[in-house]
């Protein structure tokens, strides 16, 4: 499988202020994905990247809140805007291979606190 | 509604211990398939089976078990033999239609803990 980069690993910022996570993987891939996850618990997808469109949100999420971008098949961004200390948690980046059968393959996370 | 359900929170065993780990998911959906991934202290999630829906033949890989039953929705998870390396959280994770793709569906997650 593929090698997904993920760029900070941590940060800790203001509220108030915006935080742009790249993720960046060691081949194409079809399919991107961005989970967020808090400490202990389970992951809740974000959003699906699409390349060269506008990202589909999950229930919950908004673009405005969480612009995200995939200009090609191996790169992609997420920013967390206007962050509270609700934001604070773990942003995890996935890709897919083609095909509905293939496994997700994740990044290491980037962990965010929001003071 | 899809769902999926893992019961238990918390396993606790001994090394070489065998432990199973339920699954139990809804869905409405005829084809799909079906996942367990890995999320040890470091944090970082690690793909271990995939089983679809069409093939009820369950499979053992090295120390790691699966047992899907389709008329219980059922896809359980046997490590043999344990090791302390396998504590971890485990999740479970249905791919469900969802329009032109399909979903994973995450379980809570069981969190494993295997003592010597």
């Known amino acids: 499988s593929a090698v997904i980069s993920q760029k900070p690993s941590r940060d800790i910022c203001q509220r108030g202020t915006s935080l742009t996570i790249q993720c960046q993987v060691d081949?194409?891939?079809?399919?991107m994905f961005w989970y967020r996850q808090q400490p202990g618990q389970s992951l809740t997808l974000i959003a699906t990247a699409n390349q060269g469109s506008e990202a589909t949100y999950e229930s919950g999420f908004v673009i405005d809140k969480f612009p995200i971008s995939r200009p090609n098949l191996t790169f992609s961004t997420l920013t967390v805007s206007n962050m509270s200390p609700e934001d604070s948690s773990i942003y995890l980046c996935s890709g897919q291979g083609q095909g509905f059968a293939n496994e997700q393959f994740f990044g290491p996370g980037t962990r965010l606190t929001v003071l | 509604a899809q769902k999926v359900t893992q019961a238990q929170t918390e396993i606790s065993v001994v090394e070489k211990e065998d432990v199973t780990l339920d699954c139990v998911y809804e869905t409405r959906d005829t084809t799909y398939y079906l996942f367990w991934y890995k999320q040890p202290p470091s944090g970082e999630l690690v793909f271990l089976i995939r089983?679809?829906?069409?093939d009820e033949q369950n499979e053992i890989s090295g120390r790691y078990s699966w047992n899907f039953q389709k008329s219980t929705s059922s896809f359980n998870f046997t490590i043999t033999a344990s090791q302390v390396v396998d504590s971890a959280v485990y999740f479970c994770a249905p791919a469900f239609n969802a329009g032109n793709n399909r979903k994973l569906i995450w379980g809570l997650g069981t969190s494993l803990a295997v003592n010597p």
């Open positions: 089983r679809n829906s069409f």
């Open positions: 081949s194409q891939v079809t399919m």
